[in-house]
């Protein structure tokens, strides 16, 4: 399998442990920051495959994180998954409109988050290969 790397904005430490056994269970690298100019630094820096990005945080909310991570060049097709416990009506399309490519729900099922990412990953980027 190929080895990807994934960046994971997160400010809670409990799930930033429970995503990181997760992926890497299944063979991915994860790179974790605490809060949204720490991850947007690192995404610059390193030019992660995947971005899964939580949308409560601290000092700058994930759809601004979202916003600020489009706007750097390097950074426009690198798929970037929501994942919050925000389940209001409206949630899932303030993701989108703020650059994300999906969207997942917290509690994290341990056996379908791998799989439900995976997904999201191929449908971003299939439609990033449309010419
Ligand atoms: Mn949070």
Redesign the pocket.
Known sequence: MLKRTVLLI???PQ?RYLVTFLLEQHGYTVVAASDGPAGIELARSFSPDLILL?????SMD?YAVAQALRTVPSLECVPIIAV??YAMVGDREKAMASGCNGYIEKPIDPDNFVAEIERIRQSAVKKADRP
């Open positions: 997160e400010d809670n799930n939580d949308i409560q945080l601290p994930g919050t416990s």
